[in-house]
């Protein structure tokens, strides 16, 4: 079974970084895209980037562009999203995901598989 695990998230000043972890359990983690999403509350969950199965290929929201940076290192079966010039409309739950799908470049919109969230939370 795919179990996630996310780390990292914490209470940071406007302006300032956070790096989440997740590490990835129950299959071959190289072989799969990784994803990671945010929720704020009363909101949907939405999609913040992913990568792809080789880490050749990654994906941004627009809102996050040029500020957010998701890599993976295979050998920790583990996903990074390193979060630079935070903003407190960048306040959500933080969520790894990915889908049951082999070898792909993306994560599909509705992921197969969720961690249980780490919040972040930016004051101004």
């Known amino acids: 079974q795919v179990q996630l695990a996310e780390s990292g998230g914490g209470l940071v000043q406007a302006g300032g970084s956070l790096r989440l972890s997740c590490v990835a359990s129950?299959?071959?983690?190289?072989?799969?895209?990784m994803g990671w999403f945010r929720q704020t509350p009363g909101q949907e969950r939405e999609f913040v980037a992913a990568?792809?199965?080789?880490?050749?290929?990654?994906r941004y929201a627009d809102s996050v562009k040029g500020r957010f940076t998701i890599s993976r290192d295979n050998a920790k079966n583990t996903v990074y999203l390193q979060m630079n010039s935070l903003k407190p409309e960048d306040t959500a739950v933080y969520y790894c995901?990915?889908?049951?799908?082999?070898?792909?470049?993306?994560?599909?919109?509705?992921?197969?598989?969720w961690g249980q969230g780490t919040q972040v939370t930016v004051s101004s």
């Open positions: 990568i792809s199965w080789s880490g050749l290929s990654t």
């Open positions: 995901a990915t889908d049951r799908n082999y070898r792909t470049t993306r994560v599909s919109s509705t992921p197969d598989y």
């Open positions: 129950g299959r071959t983690f190289s072989n799969y895209a």
